[in-house]
């Protein structure tokens, strides 16, 4: 079989980081309440996109602020 070899994509950057963080403050507004929801919003995604792994590697703070305390299921 011939044909394009698939390649790991590129490793995220600090400027990723920065890049995204920026996005995340022009959706959310300069109101700080919003800005929580937005991230409560992507964590809560993200450990879903991974089976609810990732909230055993938050810190129980960002857990409870998140919503992610609650039981899985």
Same mark, same amino acid.
Request: glycine fraction near 10%.
């Given at each position: ?16 980081? *920065?890049?995204?963080? @920026?996005?995340?403050?022009? %959706?959310?507004?300069?109101? $700080? +309440?919003? !800005? /929580? ?7 809560? *995604?993200?450990?879903? @996109?991974?089976?609810?792994? %990732?909230?055993?590697?938050? $810190? +129980?703070? !960002? /857990? ?10």
């Amino acid at each position: 079989m011939t044909g394009a070899v698939p390649t790991d994509p590129p490793a995220p950057t600090d400027g990723d980081a *920065a890049a995204l963080a @920026a996005q995340l403050r022009e %959706l959310a507004g300069v109101d $700080p +309440a919003e !800005i /929580r929801q937005v991230v409560a919003e992507v964590l809560g *995604a993200l450990d879903r @996109a991974a089976g609810g792994a %990732l909230r055993d590697q938050l $810190p +129980a703070a !960002i /857990r409870a602020d998140a919503g992610l305390d609650t039981a899985r299921g």
